[in-house]
């Protein structure tokens, strides 16, 4: 009965009777500028009464915005969970893509047009369940069995199902060992005009899919995920026919990946199968609308699955094609012209004459000879290759023998500027946007800020208010993880007024707008929002810190009074000094700067005199007992809050520092590479004589003392410039013999650590040194009247240790 009902409706008749009604399937690759010309021609030649397009309904409110003229591809739909906005997903369209010709083509003659796919208020709801699932089997069964499929269960010998790879199982049948390759050649490069070609396509995926399991038509729900979700996103599809039929549309086209172009007919399927698979399942509120998207972004390398690997040919065949139908006077080729044929060569040689214009722009070499060359090398790889057309490696094969001498780099250069491109679609005033984008695109427009998916850097005056407001806006929006502007250095400048950036726009940030709407409905509410829920979660002393210079650097006084009151609160319970020394150098440099940006920081100076106090105290027993992974850490947070006080420059929180320090300094007890870093910074900063730190480093030298702590302490005191050894050569001579004295079996163990000590001075500061040693030791080999030859050995050593090579050594 239910294969009776499908029959019927199939072939119902309206009054007066009108022809049956019945569905087109155009099977195409996503894409695929062939398929999109082959989708325009068949529209013209069929006419329907209505049109529908792989992709979710959910889209179908926003698809007028298609036919404004400032909808410029590529763009992409976003659909998005309303409720987690971070579970979405794009539909690109690129103005080679065959969803895009055939949406403008019915839109602008007015033809009814609707999206046709399982729905993604359905999509995403089973999604939360899977993954709430896979969860509970995990803490069930353990990460191994929570991999599984439902379905994959059972024995050893129980097959897996897979999706069948539809390219590669037709190249194989036709002998091409390159998928890509067939289909451009079978599709992608032909003028065939004829709608027998997308039943040619048809009758070609139906043997696919039958051959890799004729009985994955009726999947079961314990069926693996894959299928199932195939047979709903097909059951959707045919309903979607249905209710076109019942509306009394009788010609319907169907616009769909050729994967699934045997499956949307649903002539002689019954009705009611479909709707058991669709029924009852659950719910997502959902809400979609269209984005820029980026050429980049279209390449299978992007990480899309549908993507192609190359967008920019791609577009330059399109429009060549394009523009040669709009020369013969008619918007698209006659329908059957042509058929069977292959597409005029001709874009080889605008493609190649592009290429010479990018390779002259970067004062290389293209001379139109060189092109005319490149053209007919071009041309003879096709016929030599049996390929029906010159295709992009016949290009760039061409290229990179006859424009570039066989150089990779400038070949480079065309495949990024040329082969993917990097344009940047846009999308209409009146698209609907989650209003933090919307306020996003106000602030790019106030402060004339240019949305670019090229790289380019940025230069700011902080003493402008211009300058200020953008620091502004891209510090807010690197709170809110939207990371359109990162920040590089400066340049030759030690002023604290400028500043940086280089900006990118990646399409993905829109989700993370969308995300960001969970906080507030503008960017400065939103950023607010997420500095204050991240204060009120920190468990950490340094990151609630840096929170506050967050809270400075974009100028969010609302949530700077939260996180500053949260960092008091744990600034008096924190008791490993450690965290409380690794806070100090982003408070300070938030006290610092606050003039800078006009904001009050009274509060943030206040919490950092007590950490600093209390951190002082407690140094010296926080720097006992450590092993060398903690002394690593203790010596890292120590330079940190060095810095941070140095910068701040506060006379009493620098007194209170230095004791704390010089305590440290004098303990033979404490870790040798604390300890020497303790007496490095003394030093530099004028509270220690250098007459005691030649005693100190004599002592820790000395024969009885440990070398690996010695060696230690080496490295903490010599870590920074190399002046220290230079102009003080009493030091230099204690290094010296230190060096020389230390047994052989002693100096293997310790050279990796010397070597890494020395590593971090820079060739001029080693060389100087070198000479230093060289014209001491002079004297001394002329008294002793030494052997050079029975000497190199040893010199030759030494040169090595210190870095040297050639005419230093």
């Known amino acids: 009965m239910e294969e009776e009902a499908g029959a019927e409706e199939a072939g119902a008749v309206a009054a007066g009777g009108q022809a049956p009604a019945g569905v087109t399937a155009l099977g195409v690759r996503h894409h695929g500028p062939g398929s ?9 030649e069929l006419q329907p009464d209505s049109l529908l397009v792989e992709g979710v309904p959910e889209l179908d409110p926003v698809l007028p915005l298609l036919a404004e003229e400032s909808m410029v591809p590529p763009v992409a739909g976003l659909v998005h969970d309303v409720d987690e906005p971070s579970r979405a997903f794009f539909y690109p369209l690129a103005s080679f893509s065959p969803e895009w010709v055939a949406l403008r083509w019915a839109l602008g003659r007015g033809v009814p047009v609707r999206m046709a796919d399982l729905a993604a208020t359905h999509a995403f709801a089973l999604e939360r369940e899977r993954t709430a699932e896979k ?48 289909w451009e050649d079978a599709v992608e490069h032909r003028a065939d005009s004829s709608l027998d070609r997308f039943a040619l396509v048809a009758e070609a995926v139906t043997a696919v899919r039958e051959g890799a399991d004729p009985a994955a038509t009726r999947p079961e729900e314990s069926a693996p995920r894959w299928l199932l979700e195939n047979a709903r996103r ?23 990946g050729a994967y699934h172009a045997p499956a949307v007919d649903p002539t002689g399927r019954p009705a009611a199968a479909d709707s058991r698979l669709l029924v009852r399942l659950p719910r997502a509120k959902v809400a979609a609308t269209w984005v820029p998207w980026s ?11 549908a993507g192609v690997w190359s967008p920019g040919w791609y577009q330059h065949l399109f429009e060549h094609w394009q523009h040669t ?25 605008s493609w190649l004459v592009r290429t010479a214009r990018a390779l002259r722009e970067q004062d290389l070499s293209a001379a139109p000879a060189s092109v005319v060359e490149a053209v007919r090398l071009a041309d003879a790889l096709a016929v030599l290759r049996g390929r029906p057309s010159v295709g992009l490696e016949e290009l760039l094969d061409a290229t990179r023998t006859v424009l570039t001498d066989g150089s990779e780099v400038p070949l480079r250069l065309v495949v990024e500027q040329l082969v993917v491109g990097d344009e940047l679609g846009q999308v209409p005033p009146s698209t609907p946007m989650a209003p933090v984008a919307a306020d996003l695109a106000r602030a790019q427009r106030s402060l004339r800020l240019r949305v670019s998916t090229e790289p380019k850097v940025l230069e700011l005056d902080l003493r402008q208010d211009s300058g200020r407001a953008r620091s502004v806006l891209f510090h807010r929006l690197g709170v809110l993880g939207v990371r359109w502007a990162t920040p590089v250095e400066a340049g030759a400048s030690t002023g604290t007024f400028k500043e940086a950036w280089q900006l990118r726009w ?21 950023a607010a929002g997420k500095l204050r829920e991240r204060a009120r979660t920190a468990e950490d002393l340094t990151q609630l810190a ?40 982003p408070m300070a440099r938030t006290r610092r700067y606050g003039d800078v940006r006009g904001v009050d920081t009274a509060q943030v100076g206040r919490v950092l005199l007590t950490v600093v106090r209390r951190a002082s105290v407690g140094l010296r027993a926080a720097c006992s007992a450590l092993d060398d992974d903690a002394a690593a850490r203790a010596r890292q947070v120590v330079e940190s809050a060095e810095a941070g006080l140095i910068l701040l420059d506060d006379a009493d929180m620098l007194t209170t520092w230095r004791q704390a320090l010089t305590a440290v300094a004098d303990d033979e007890g404490l870790h040798g590479a604390v300890v020497g870093r303790a007496n490095r910074m003394l ?78 001075f820079a060739p001029a500061e080693r060389r100087t040194i070198g000479q230093v040693l060289h014209r001491d030791a002079e004297p001394a080999r002329a008294a002793a009247g030494y052997d050079p030859v029975r000497a190199d050995p040893a010199v030759q050593a030494l040169a090595r240790l210190l870095g040297l090579t050639g005419e230093d050594a």
């Not at 050429?295 to 699955?305: E, H, I, K, P, Q």
């Open 506 to 526: 990646q399409p993905e940030l829109t989700v993370a707008l969308v995300e960001s709407g969970l906080y507030g409905n503008t960017v400065a509410q939103a």
């Open 135 to 182: 969860r509970e089997r995990a803490a069930a069964e353990g990460e191994e069995r929570a991999d599984e499929e439902p379905g994959d269960r059972g024995s050893a010998r129980t097959p897996r199902w897979w999706r069948p790879d539809l390219l590669a199982e037709l190249a194989t049948a036709a002998g091409y060992d390159d998928p890509e390759r067939w």
């Open 546 to 585: 840096g929170l506050v210079e967050q809270c400075l650097l974009a100028e969010l006084d609302d949530a700077l009074a939260t996180v500053v009151s949260a960092l008091d609160e744990q600034a008096a319970q924190q008791q490993d000094v450690l965290t409380l020394l690794g806070s100090v150098e």
């Open 325 to 349: 139908d709009a020369r013969s006077g008619s918007e698209t080729p006659a329908a059957g012209a042509g058929h069977g044929t292959v597409v005029a060569d001709s874009a080889s040689a």
């Open 683 to 760: 030093l530099d900063a004028g509270a220690l004589p250098t007459e005691v730190v030649q005693t100190r480093l004599s002592r820790w030298l000395s024969l009885g003392a440990d070398p690996t702590r010695a060696a230690g302490f080496l490295d903490g005191l010599l870590a920074g410039d190399a002046l220290l050894l230079v102009h003080e050569p009493t030091l230099l001579e204690l290094v010296d013999a230190w060096v020389a004295g230390v047994g052989a079996e002693t100096f293997e163990a310790l050279l990796p650590l010397l070597r890494r000590t020395f590593a971090g």
């Open 295 to 305: 050429t980049g972004r279209l390449t299978r390398a992007s990480g899309y699955g």
């Open 234 to 256: 097909e059951a959707a599809m045919r309903q979607a026919v249905r209710a076109e039929w019942r509306a009394g549309r009788r010609r319907v086209a169907f616009v769909c």
């Open 36 to 44: 999109a010309r082959s989708v325009l021609l068949a529209l013209e």
